[in-house]
């Protein structure tokens, strides 16, 4: 009798043994087709990147192309350097980092370091939640109310320009390097704090010389990737930079960045022709601009970690 309850004990076990197996053959299954189809649906838009960009190069020349500080695509014959498009997304993206990594990594250490648990439980949604706002409403806001704001308050000629889009994307980027940099500073661990503290170290010192060193590689990555955002924004920046395609001399001027003037444009480009093909070019520098940022991230994620592991 006892034999054979436990061999009826034993075949429950293989039984429920393979049933785990087959589940997790199904699980890995799954996730191995989720992660195939995205790979594949993205080499599939960059080859269509390239396909249609690479054929302007047969009449202009990549360095007339990327240095060249003419785009007038529609003239005969049509002129397309894309240099005043790459140096506006560079000082758009330049200028709104100036403005919201300040501001998105001390809030970001105000949540996690400072603020009650009751506070940090009340703001930090809300500065998830603005994350959240459709870029075509603060375009609108930039546009309606910044634009005359600081043309009236500075005497400007026209309040659509490079800093009135630099303060709409910083306004956007804050969200994510604060969440990302919040998560990163509060995930210290205690014991390292409470060492410092132990030592006789101030609070504000414990946060400067102890938890922003452990926690500067979220921060880093939490910095980049609001510059990714900031430079591949698109309807911001077509509403308020002013569309202008010339080299910017203040940050009051109009400027047309890259995304703004492939959305502005697209519709009017003739199909497959040199305009279009230019368009698509200025997709792939676009594309490889936040390549080398995310690239960059990732670098520095790896550096510095290790940084701070052998400094604690």
């Given at each position: 009798m006892f034999n054979r309850q436990s061999s009826i004990a034993d075949h429950d076990r293989q039984a429920g043994g393979a049933r785990r197996r087959r589940?997790?053959?199904?699980?890995?299954l799954c996730f191995f087709t989720?992660?195939?189809?995205?790979?594949?649906?993205?080499?599939?838009?960059?080859?269509?990147?390239?396909?249609?960009?690479i054929p302007i190069f047969s009449r202009v020349?990549?360095?007339?192309?990327?240095?060249?500080?003419?785009?007038?695509?529609?003239?005969?014959?049509?002129?397309f350097g894309i240099f005043p498009l790459i140096i506006a997304s560079m000082s758009v993206t330049a200028v709104a980092s100036l403005i919201s990594v300040p501001l998105g990594v001390m809030t970001a250490i105000y949540l996690a370091e400072i603020a009650s648990p009751r506070l940090r439980e009340v703001v930090k949604p809300l500065v998830e939640l603005l994350a959240a706002l459709p870029s075509v409403v603060i375009g609108f806001f930039g546009m309606v109310v910044v634009a005359p704001f600081l043309q009236d308050a500075l005497n400007l000629a026209v309040g659509l320009n490079l800093f009135n889009a630099a303060l709409m994307l910083a306004f956007m980027s804050v969200p994510t390097i604060c969440s990302i940099s919040e998560d990163a500073v509060?995930?210290?661990?205690?014991?390292?704090?409470?060492?410092?503290?132990?030592?006789?170290?101030?609070r504000w010192e414990t946060i400067w010389r102890v938890v922003v060193p452990a926690s500067v590689s979220g921060i880093s990555t939490a910095v980049i990737l609001g510059m990714s955002r900031a430079i591949g924004e698109t309807m911001?920046?077509?509403?308020?930079?002013?569309?202008?395609?010339m080299i910017p001399g203040?940050?009051?001027?109009?400027?047309?960045?890259?995304?703004?003037s492939i959305a502005a444009e697209m519709a009017e480009a003739p199909f497959r022709g040199d305009h279009y093909y230019a368009l698509f070019a200025t997709g792939i520098v676009l594309f490889v601009f936040t390549l080398i940022f995310n690239l960059v991230a990732d670098h520095v994620s790896h550096r510095y970690r290790q940084v701070g592991a052998a400094t604690l």
């Open positions: 589940t997790e053959k199904g699980i890995r989720i992660g195939s189809a995205s790979i594949i649906t993205l080499s599939l838009i960059m080859l269509f990147l390239f396909m249609e960009g020349s990549i360095t007339d192309f990327i240095f060249g500080r003419l785009w007038y695509p529609t003239s005969d014959p049509g002129r509060f995930s210290v661990p205690k014991e390292l704090k409470e060492a410092s503290l132990a030592l006789g170290a101030t911001v920046v077509l509403m308020v930079a002013g569309g202008a395609a203040s940050i009051f001027d109009p400027v047309r960045p890259m995304p703004a």
